[in-house]
């Protein structure tokens, strides 16, 4: 595949002109600036997980760091722009109770609600937490970028 047939957002050229002329911003300064623009604090929860018998009532196969008789403590990752504009990661325990979940598997609800508590507890700007899902790291709340 020639380089000029993936499109721009593959890697490839656009065929549109650019305007130009004085006081008319440079099409590809405008790209570069959307693209740099830092994520806004707005949360997006993922869909449910997309198996067919899924239902929201049923447990979440989540991996368990520990699970006590009150509680179960899912492991998660939240990544985020620290202060000092660097890409960082954080290991974080979300703390669900027993009443919120079917035995040692937390409902659906009860997995957001706890990631979104630790979402707005984030040291920077929060752009995306995941949970060990059935053996796969599973996005559970994005941000999505400030227009």
């Known amino acids: 595949m020639d380089s000029k047939d993936r499109g721009p957002a593959l890697g490839g050229r656009s065929e549109t ?6 006081g008319t911003p440079d099409k590809t300064k405008i790209q570069i600036e959307t693209t740099m623009t830092l994520f ?24 368990l760091l520990l699970s006590t008789p009150l509680t179960v403590v899912v492991r998660a990752r939240l990544d985020f722009i620290a202060a000092d504009g660097l890409a960082d990661e954080q290991e974080l325990a979300l703390v669900i109770p027993r009443s919120r979940c079917e035995g040692d598997l937390p409902y659906w609800p009860a997995l957001l609600s706890a990631a979104t508590e630790h979402w707005h507890r984030c040291p920077g700007h929060a752009r995306r937490l995941r949970a060990c899902v059935d053996g796969e790291w599973q996005t559970l709340l994005t941000a999505q970028p400030a227009h």
Do not use: K, R
Request: proline share 23%.
């Open 40 to 63: 806004a604090s707005t949360v997006a929860p993922s869909p449910a997980p997309a198996a067919p018998d899924f239902l929201p009532s049923h447990g979440v196969n989540a991996e």
């Open 17 to 22: 002109p650019a305007a130009s002329g004085p």
